[in-house]
């Protein structure tokens, strides 16, 4: 019989299925008895702490073979966690030729960015959920130009007030405090986006600004 998972912040779908025995995703979010958490959460590496998801039974596989006889066996290789991050300014230009290094538990990563200024790495298993990117805008620098505080699978679905401040502010219109609160600063950092979208300022994040937030984000 499945049992009932309530999603908490940090959490991906990867993450809640290996918790439960298995090695993919897709084993939970495609499972028939989440169909209605599927249209509430079209994209499921944007998940909301509080959501509900029905965790199936795992059920053996049998597989009978004859005795006295040599059999091949293949064993599908373990989903891995894929972080993507796109790096640009303002202008939304790419940084690109721009020395970046990045710690995610203990992975280290030292590169030169290409062209489209993005960066793509899997992450192992047991990775922990925070991590820190600096950006050195010359080759010479020793100390960085940018420093960032990675919180991996912290970012709330856009229909969500928290993760509209969380895109506007890594878009470079600044909200304030990921808190999920319309204060002056959130309202002042959604008119900024609007304004550079073309969209009316209103300060209000509805359907229009939403679809354009997900647009540019890339989520």
């Known amino acids: ?10 959490d991906t779908i990867l993450r809640i299925a290996k918790a439960h025995g298995f090695a993919k995703s897709d084993s939970i979010y495609q499972h028939a008895d989440n169909a209605a958490y599927r249209e509430l ?118 229909d969500e007030l928290s993760g509209v401040q969380a895109r506007c502010n890594l878009l470079g219109h600044d909200c304030g405090v990921v808190d999920g609160i319309m204060g002056s600063n959130t309202r002042q950092g959604i008119k900024a986006f609007q304004t550079r979208n073309s969209l009316e300022v209103d300060g209000i994040a509805g359907p229009l600004t939403q679809q354009a937030l997900q647009k540019a984000y890339g989520c």
């Open 1 to 10: 019989m499945a049992t009932q998972y309530t999603v908490v912040q940090g």
């Open 41 to 158: 959460r079209p994209n499921p590496n944007v998940i909301y702490p509080g959501d509900i998801i029905n965790i199936p039974d795992k059920t053996p596989k049998v597989v009978r073979r004859a005795t006295n006889k040599t059999h091949r066996f293949v064993v599908s290789k373990p989903e891995v966690e894929t972080l993507k991050i796109k790096l640009q300014n303002k202008a939304g230009d790419a940084l690109q030729g721009k020395r970046i290094t990045l710690s995610v538990g203990a992975q280290d990563l030292d590169v030169e960015l290409g062209a489209d200024g993005l960066l793509s790495i899997d992450l192992p298993e047991g990775t922990e959920c925070e991590g820190e990117l600096k950006v050195f805008f010359s080759p010479s620098d020793t100390e960085p130009t940018c420093t960032f505080m990675l919180e991996l699978g912290h970012l709330d679905p856009v």
